[in-house]
């Protein structure tokens, strides 16, 4: 994310929560009942002139997070997807109704065998240690350069696996391979990085992709 759309968000909140905080504190406050909240009031059976005492409140988050509790229990029936364990289907439930981490995470994943006899236990995300270190690798081997050196963005992606921007490490990190494929001089490919780097102030500086490419094929022509 650009420092831009970082701080964009902030000044949108600090020119507007004076006046949204007002308009919220007359809608609670107000006294004067819409027709549709006057016809809600009457299916649910509510006063609402009147205190809510603890004891109706305490009834209502009870009741609301039961029946919460037990549809999203029941979820994965109704979607028609596999059965999972009723103590991993119940602590699923109360997790996201509670807000609480009562999620029972297991290390270990599906049983490993050979010729149809056990032999142990495959351990979960070990592919996908397997396929960092290998784009690590490769990213190194076509850089010319330690794999140390290779940051964790040339090895992961984005949700979208479309990423605008890359950091300035990354991006130096490329200039000889990026020079040597276009012609140029590694100085005129680094300069062009400065260029198209912005941020720093709010949040973390970053390089325009489309930009940085935009540029280094117009300095072939």
């Given amino acids: 994310m650009t420092p831009v759309w970082t701080g964009l968000p902030q000044l949108v909140l600090a020119a507007v929560y004076r006046r949204f905080g007002d308009y919220t ?3 609670c406050t107000s006294d004067k009942h819409w027709r549709a909240e006057r016809a809600i009031y009457r299916v649910v059976r509510v006063n609402p002139d009147a205190e809510q005492r603890w004891t109706t409140y ?10 919460s509790v037990v549809l999203l229990y029941l979820l994965p029936l109704s979607l028609g997807r596999p059965a999972v364990e ?7 439930a109360v997790s996201f109704v509670t807000n609480t981490n009562w ?9 490993v065998t050979v010729d149809g006899v056990p032999v142990g236990l ?25 794999p140390a050196r290779v940051p964790v963005e040339a090895v992961t ?3 979208s696996g479309l990423d605008p921007h ?23 490919v680094t300069a062009l990085v400065k260029q198209n780097t912005s941020g720093g102030v709010i949040g973390e500086p970053v390089v325009n ?13």
């Fill in 25 to 27: 504190a007359r809608v």
């Fill in 58 to 67: 305490a009834a209502g988050v009870l009741g609301f997070s039961f029946v």
């Fill in 86 to 92: 009723p103590g991993t289907a119940f602590t699923t």
């Fill in 103 to 111: 999620l029972s995470a297991r290390a270990e994943g599906p049983v």
């Fill in 122 to 146: 495959e351990l979960i995300g070990i592919d996908l240690v397997a396929a960092v270190e290998e784009r690590g690798g490769l990213a190194a081997a076509r850089e010319g350069v330690d």
């Fill in 157 to 159: 992606a984005s949700a």
């Fill in 166 to 188: 890359v950091s300035p490490g990354y991006a130096r990190l490329q200039v000889p391979s990026v020079a040597r494929e276009n012609g140029l001089n590694p100085v005129q």
């Fill in 209 to 221: 992709v489309l930009k940085l490419n935009i540029a280094v094929q117009a300095t072939r022509r």
